[in-house]
Structure formats: structure tokens, C-alpha cells
């Protein structure tokens, strides 16, 4: 195998829990782990994205490491010890859980869920334990925001961001390149945002769906998806997901089609394909509802030319 | 080009190139996904040079853009070229070895001075010797394009005078370097490698070439007419000349979609038998005498697509087609039988095995090899064959690997068809914007946020003139027809230019306007260059324009 610069790449060997691996040079300790078949719960970590190093969720202990290290920007170097089930690290993974659980609303973050279950993560703990010492009930802090629904393709809840950034990086030079959100604000109020706020049809966005395709955890969701939810009819198990090209320019995206009930319910690409990296654009993304319209029907609007005359 | 309808490079070889040459596309808009590529070469330190009449939201991503005059794409590639000559930067030892033709055409780029350059395009002096510079002095570069070169009545010489570029600095054949047509459709270079050409079989076989025949005659068990059919435009020469009688359009919408489209509908409406199989009821579908609905091809059949880089991909069927809607195999088959011919039912893997015995771009791409792999680049000849990443090698090889070598050609800087006068003195080019595509046949059906409708853009000096301001009603006129529009003023044209977009024409028939003139080579109308004038409408009537499509 040649790396992206064309050489031949020299290889590490790792020791992961007792188990020898070997990668090459310059991966991570999350590619060490993911060879040797050992999980590691990310969230601000995406394949098809720059490690940001916020959520560390990832940590793992390396032997003559004072702290722990992020598992998925670090990279692997020769006769690294690395422990990812010490008492170390799962008390500060469950400790990172309890904390995003306990300000954010995660009951739309399915693998969050079940990584809080594996660390037996409590998010509910430090309200008890606070009220135990005070007189008064203590009302946990909680981040509170109404879910924008400002069009038709997809909604902003963020109640459930955890400020992982990776829409942020997906918006700008990771992938799209336009820049429309950041982070605004500060400790608690710090928000994800578009310039001055400004509602989303209004903002630079284009509307790729490329930060709602890396949203780990529904804080920014498909209208689709939205809108059965909202009816009790999101059902995952009943999805099946086919792979396919895009039908409008000449690039060759490939496109997922997740389908429930032989409807399109959304559309996603793999994070590993060589054309996208898992990226689309608002055509390839949003442009399929034509093939659920009422078929060959006039289009309404079909009077409105009629005030063009030919000279 | 040299022989193959293909562009030459690889989407991950801009990633790594050195110098773009991004010239008459709007990337950024019209192919986004393959613009990330682009940025990821802008990030890694390539240059970019973006040549377009309009400063596009692409061109803001490039080190210097050159806003020639609409149609003077010749005028700019032969002065280039002329200064490369002049500098002495050309690849002389490439020249000799792989060219033909090189005394020919730089006597005919001679006149093609700087200053000459500069006046026949509008295109100051030093950016096209900059230009020139960065792209004969860079270790690789590639030039990409689109319909802005290849929608005027010299498209085929507007391509040939990029090519020219190529081969006097050995820009094309290596890792990196190459010439790159987007292609707009997703299926669109499929389609010609396919057959799907007046003049060509499966394969990209040349249709009067015997033996490449008898191969198919032998397994089709038929006798094939040697005589090339004709494109789209003579079709329509042919329909005004009342020769061509009845018409069976699969998937396109020339009712909408043509130049000088109140004659095309004319000519249409004047068929004896207009049959139309298509995914929903086009304005050309309105206008037939039998409509034959079709399953969209990429959610609900099986099949095969072939994108710019060449990539041959599997699209898999998702959902059930709509109401009586069928998938095209089964249409195109049953027609058949129902006029007699023998042909057996088949699946889209059957067609695709029968394919690839005879098409020996396509020859080791087994529909297995297809179905687990990420897609398959032609040429792909044999089973161990991993596909081809770049094109023409074998311009570096010592002994051509047994080609004849690659022409250059003689181009001559001829502007517009039509000319600009008192009574229509602005130009009107035309193209799309990022949510919509082509007549709107599927982009319409959803709901875009930042759609705006086909409004009229015009430069903040015209508007001026004109005394409109943004979002005026004013009526848009060419010797053609008339359309009434919403103005939208816009930094990113010159004066004298004004654009818009075709994509809503149930609302502003925008195709009126176009000019039918067309290169005789590829038959391709000038979409890209109308002379038209503009008349505000009286202020409180923008209701009645219907500019504003939503």
C-alpha cells in the first residue's frame, strides 16, 4: 500500500492491551485500536474529518504518559503501551458521557446510548447528589433551545449538541468550504451558530446536508427524518439502505438510499468512497423527492409563462 | 480527444497537480462534489487561473480570474500559446516526438500578440502572460472545462485550441497533468461510450468502421446501417426540412430545453408522431402522441453509469417505480418485439456481459467486479486489469507505443454567431446555479431554500443605464422572443454582459431568448452568446412578470 504521497510508509507496532499491532506510520491509536478489534466510543471523530480533540471520549492511557491521550488524533509510535479498558480510562470516559447526558437531551444519540450503557454512565447523579446537600432542590443546568425548523430540508435542535464541531469542520476547509456556522458564545451559552444568527435560508449556508451527515447526535437531522419522528413512524430497523449514483451531474457521487416503507427517508454517502469521502452536494443530498411525486402530472405552474410572446 | 471520448485525468490527480486552468465551468456550482477535489489542490498550494465571461463563485477561488468577452475562447488559448512559443517555454522535445502540425500552428497563433490578445478578449496583457507562464512553467497542470466552451457555434475548435496548450507543454499523458471536459449528466459520458451517438457503436466503435460492425452484426444477428445517424440539432434541420417525420425521445426535454426554443416547438408540434418515454410529463411529453413513462434510472433499475473520470458504477434499484412507470431495458424491449424483432428479454447484467465481449474498453469489467468494487475506469481491457487512472501514456513513450502522433490544430478566432446592435446591445449568456438542474425535470421537485428562480443578472453599470434596481420587473428581449424577468444586480458580471439560468421554464421560458446557431462539428447550439436587450417594466408589476420562480 502507498500513501497519498506516493512512498512506501514504514510500519509501528503498538501494544493494545497486551495485544501486538502493526500500522503504518502515521495513523493513529484509533486505527491501532479499530486493527486490532478493539472499539473505541468517538464523537467528535469522524473518518472523513480532521481530528478536532474536544470530546474525549477517546482517551486511552499510555505507559510514561502523564495524562491520557486522545485515541483518535494521536499517532502511533513504536512500542507504545496502550491501555483503553483501565479503571483510568473507563471512569473518565463515563465521566465524559455523564456530563454531555447531563446538559444535553442525548435520547437521539443511539451509539452515545449505548456507550453510556457499556461505562455505565448516570448523567442523572449530580442533580441527586447536589440536592442531598442543599435544602432546596437543585435543578440541573441544562442547555435549552427551541428546535429551528426554518425549511423544508433539515432542523436545528440544539438541545442535543454537544459542541463536537464536527459540522463546523465539515462546513469549512474539511470539506465544503462556505464557512456559514461556528461556535458563538461562551461556556454554557456557547452555541453553534450562523453569522449573527441569522435564520438558516438567510445564512452563507448552501445546504449541502454535509454537517447533518456527521451530527452524532440529532441535533441536526433531516426534515425527513423530523417529521416521522414527530408521527412515531422513524423506524431504523425497518430501513434498508441501497447504494447507487447520483442522477444529476456527471461526477458520479454514489449515494445510500435509506428507504422505509419504499420510500427514500434519506440519503447519505459512503465516508470511504474515493469520489465523495461521504460528502454531497444539495442536488445528490436533497434533490430525490421527484421520484415519490405524483407521477406525470402537469406542473401547476404551467400558466405562469404565458406572458412570454415570441417575436 | 486523440482518439477517446474521455477526459484524461483522474479526480484525485487535481489534488495534486500544480497549476488549473479552470476554464468556462462553473465547478463550484455545476459539479460540487468534484470541487472538493479541486480545493483540496487549491489547499495543498496548486494555483488556479479561472477563465470565465462572469466572476462565478468558482473563479472567487482562483489566484487571478480572466473575464473574457463571450466567445473569444480562441482568441485567449492562441495567445497564450503564441506566448508560450514566443517565451520559448513549449516542451520542444515533447513536440517532436509525440506531435504532428507544430510549424502549422504556431504560424497561426503568430498575429496572437499580447496586446493583440488583450484586445480581442478584453483580458489585460499581463494575466494572460501570467496565465501563460504558470501554465507552461509548472511541473503539472491540467486544464478543465465545461459547456462554456463547448456551447458556441465553434465548440469543437474552442476544444481543440485547449488541446493545443496541451501538447506544446507536454501537459497531458502524465500523472497530473491532463484535459478535462466535466461532464454535466451523470450518465452522460456513458452514454457515448455506449453507442449513444450518431456515429458509434457500444464501445465507442466508430459505426463505419467494417470490421468493428461485423463483430456486432455477428453477435446481434443482424445487418447494421452503416450510415451514422443524425445529432440532435440536424435532427431538427432534418424535421424543418420535413424529411424527419417522427421522433422517439428518451429522457430529454428539447420542447424546454433547446435554443430558440419557440422553433423547436414549432418543428415538434409539425412531427406526424412524437413518442416520448421520460420520468415525468415534460413540456415535451405534454406535446406527444404516446407517452411511455420510465422508472428513474438511478432508484429504481438496475444498471450501470459512467462518470467524468470514467468510472463505470453500478446504480441499484431502491424503490418501486412510480405508478405504471417500467424500467427503459423493459420499454426499449418490448417495443422491439412488438415490431417483430427477436430479441430475447434480458437482464441489465446479461446486457452489461454481452457488453464487455465487445467493447474492449469495457472487456475485464465483470459485472462481479463492478458489483464489489467502488466502480472500474475504462480502458479496463482484461479481468486482471485494474482500470486506468490517466489517459494517453503512450504520448511519453519512445516509440508512441505504436500511435500516430497527436495532432495540433489551426483555430481560427471567429466571435459570436450573432453580433450585438443598437436594438439588442447586451450579451446574454446562459448556465446553472447549484440547487437546480437543466428544464427542472427533477430539481423542481424539491423545495430549495436558496432557490431564487431564473431571474436576469446584470451588472450594477447596466442597471445603472437601465435604471433598474434589484428585483425590478423588466422585459428581456432577443431578435427571438421576449420573456419578462426579475433583474437581479450582481458585482460578478462585467457590463455589457447579462446571464441567466434555464432551469424554471414553466415560469420564464428563458430558452426563447438562445441562439439556435450551431457548430457544425458537434452540433452543439451557442446557448452561451444571444445578443438581447432589456426594458424595465413599469415599477409594481413585478407580479405580472412571473420572474420570481420559488
Known sequence: ?????????????????????????????????????????????????????????????????????????RPAADGMQISTDSERVRHSRRMVLEFLGSANDLSQAAEIAEWSQHYGADAGRYAAALSDESETAVEIAHVDDPVRVQDDLYIRAYDRCVLCYKCVEACGDDAQHTFAIAVAGRGFDARIRTEYDVELPESACVYCGNCVAVCPTGALQFRTEFDLRAVGEWRPDDQEVTRTVCSYCGVGCNLELHTQDERIVKVTSPADHSVTSGHLCIKGRFGWQYVHAPAFEPPATESAAADSTET | MFGLGGGTCSYQEITETDVILLWGSNAREAHPIFFHHLLRGLKRGAEMYAVDPRRTSSAEFADVWLGLDVGTDIALANTVGREIIARRWHNESFIERATIGFEDYAASVEPFTLDEGARLTGVPAEAIAEMAHAYATAPTAQILWTLGITEHHTAVENVLSLCNLALLTGHVGRRG??????????????????????????????????????????????????????????????????????????????????????????????????????????????????????????????????????????????????????????????????????????????????????????????????????????????????????????????????????????????????????????????????????????????????????????????????????????????????????????????????????????????????????????????????????????????????????
Open chain 1, 1 to 73: 500500500m502507498t500513501s497519498s504521497n506516493g512512498s512506501i510508509g514504514s510500519q509501528v507496532t503498538v501494544s493494545i492491551d497486551g495485544q501486538e499491532v502493526s500500522v503504518p506510520e502515521g495513523q493513529t491509536i484509533l486505527a491501532a485500536c479499530t486493527a486490532a478489534g478493539v472499539e473505541t466510543p468517538t464523537i467528535c471523530w469522524a473518518p472523513n474529518l480532521t481530528p478536532v480533540n474536544v470530546c474525549r471520549v477517546c482517551v486511552v492511557e499510555v505507559e510514561g504518559s502523564r495524562t491520557l491521550v486522545p485515541a483518535c488524533s
Open chain 2, 177 to 550: 497533468s491532463g484535459l478535462v471536459p466535466l461532464r454535466g449528466q451523470n450518465n452522460v459520458q456513458g452514454g457515448g461510450d455506449m453507442g449513444a451517438l450518431p456515429d458509434r457503436l457500444p464501445g465507442f466503435q466508430r459505426l463505419v468502421d467494417p470490421e468493428a460492425r461485423e463483430r456486432y452484426e455477428r453477435v446481434w444477428d443482424c445487418e447494421l446501417n452503416p450510415v451514422p445517424g443524425k445529432h440532435l440539432t440536424a435532427m431538427f434541420e432534418s424535421m424543418e426540412e420535413g424529411e424527419l417525420r417522427a421522433l422517439y425521445v428518451i429522457g430529454e426535454n428539447p420542447a424546454d430545453s433547446e435554443a430558440n426554443v419557440a422553433h423547436a416547438r414549432k418543428l415538434l408540434e409539425g412531427l406526424d408522431l412524437l413518442v416520448v418515454q421520460d420520468i415525468s410529463l415534460t413540456r415535451t411529453a405534454r406535446m406527444a402522441d404516446v407517452v411511455l413513462p420510465a422508472a428513474a434510472g438511478w432508484s429504481s433499475s438496475e444498471g450501470t453509469v459512467t462518470s467524468s473520470e470514467r468510472r463505470v458504477q453500478r446504480v441499484r434499484a431502491a424503490v418501486p417505480p412510480q405508478g405504471d412507470a417500467r424500467d427503459d431495458v423493459r420499454i426499449i424491449g418490448d417495443l422491439a418485439r412488438h415490431m417483430g424483432a427477436p430479441w430475447p428479454t434480458a437482464t441489465a447484467e446479461e446486457l452489461w456481459e454481452e457488453l464487455r465481449t465487445l467493447s474492449p474498453l469495457h472487456g475485464g469489467m465483470s459485472w462481479d467486479r463492478l458489483e464489489s468494487s467502488g466502480g472500474l475506469q475504462w480502458p479496463c481491457p482484461h479481468d486482471d486489469h485494474p482500470g486506468t487512472e490517466f489517459l494517453h501514456s503512450w504520448l511519453w513513450a519512445d516509440d508512441l507505443d505504436g500511435h500516430t502522433p497527436a495532432p495540433f490544430t489551426v483555430n481560427e478566432h471567429r466571435p459570436p454567431a450573432e453580433a450585438l446592435s443598437e436594438q439588442f446591445p447586451l450579451r446574454l449568456t446562459t448556465g446553472r446555479v447549484l440547487d437546480s438542474y437543466n428544464t427542472g425535470a427533477q430539481s423542481s421537485g424539491y423545495s430549495s431554500p436558496i432557490r431564487t428562480g431564473d431571474t436576469i443578472e446584470v451588472s450594477p453599470a447596466d442597471a445603472a443605464a437601465l435604471g433598474i434596481t434589484d428585483g425590478d420587473a423588466v422585459r428581456v428581449s432577443s431578435p427571438r422572443g421576449s420573456v419578462n424577468m426579475e433583474a437581479s444586480v450582481t458585482g460578478r458580471l462585467p457590463a455589457g454582459l447579462v446571464f441567466t439560468t434555464f432551469h424554471f421554464p414553466d415560469l420564464v421560458d428563458a430558452n426563447l431568448l438562445t441562439n439556435d446557431a450551431w457548430d457544425a462539428r458537434s452540433g452543439t447550439a451557442e446557448f452561451k452568446a444571444a445578443a438581447v436587450r432589456i426594458d424595465p417594466l413599469r415599477s409594481g408589476s413585478a407580479a405580472a412578470a412571473g420572474g420570481a420562480g420559488g
